[in-house]
């Protein structure tokens, strides 16, 4: 079983609609990530939260708006989406926070089970 | 943004034989790390491997690393049908401070 918590399972929703997903954690990691994933593709890095303060944005349009409202939960706001953004949005923790200094023995991604969007 | 490619893109084998998987990466690292993904589900980290090793066992898995040709491999020994699954190497480069995936090998294990 995972130890991070993704809701919802499963979310279909039109082009105008407002919606969030959420994720929590609970083993005291400091870097929180959304990754996003097509079918048959690997994961593709939407943003990572370290020490709740957003690290990196890899270019992802605005219409996704991640936030950290503290240091167990990441949540990804979703508006006026595209019917090529139906994927599946995964979340993951890690023990290490980002910075200098940090080691190679650092990295390790506990994922959630993923949150399966459909875009009508 | 995806780091390399994997090969072979698909892999179909018997139970009890063994599964080779290959990772080639483009840029410095400070680690890899091999995943596992169940059709639809989350990914389950595997194993890691520093820069400055060039083999490590954990089980049945054993991982080989070879930092001059940017290049991993996933050895899984005697398979099992329950190792059906699709397996990602993932980097975590220097000074980029994020894990980046390679495009993955769905591995089938018929029982």
């Known amino acids: 079983d995972t130890e991070v918590t993704q809701t919802p399972k499963h979310l279909v929703m039109g082009m105008t609609n407002k919606k969030s997903l959420k994720c929590e954690q609970h083993?005291?990691?400091?870097?929180m990530y959304w990754y996003k994933q097509k079918a048959k593709k690997p994961p593709e890095l939407m943003f990572v939260?370290?020490?709740?303060?957003?690290?990196i944005n890899e270019s992802v349009p605005s219409r996704f708006s991640p936030e950290c409202p503290n240091s167990s939960l990441l949540n990804l706001h979703l508006h006026a989406l595209q019917p090529e953004d139906s994927a599946l949005y995964l979340c993951?923790?890690?023990?290490?926070?980002?910075?200098?200094?940090?080691?190679?023995?650092?990295?390790?991604?506990?994922f959630g089970e993923g949150s399966r969007l459909t875009v009508l | 943004s995806q780091q390399g490619e994997e090969d072979p893109q698909a892999l179909s084998i018997q139970e009890g034989e063994n599964a080779t998987m290959n990772c080639s990466y483009k840029t410095s690292i400070n680690n890899l790390q091999w995943y596992r993904q169940n059709s639809g589900r989350g990914l389950v980290h595997l194993i890691l491997i520093r820069s400055n090793e060039r083999e490590k066992h954990s089980g049945r898995l054993r991982v080989t690393l070879d930092t001059s040709k940017k290049s991993s491999s996933l050895l899984i020994t005697a398979s099992r049908a329950a190792d059906t699954a699709s397996y990602f190497c993932?980097?975590?480069?220097?000074?980029?401070?994020?894990?980046?995936f390679g495009a993955g090998t769905r591995l089938f294990v018929k029982a």
């Open positions: 993932a980097t975590w480069g220097i000074g980029g401070f994020k894990t980046i």
């Open positions: 083993m005291g990691h400091r870097a």
């Open positions: 993951a923790s890690s023990g290490r926070a980002l910075g200098p200094g940090v080691g190679p023995g650092t990295g390790e991604l506990f």
């Open positions: 939260y370290s020490y709740e303060k957003l690290s």
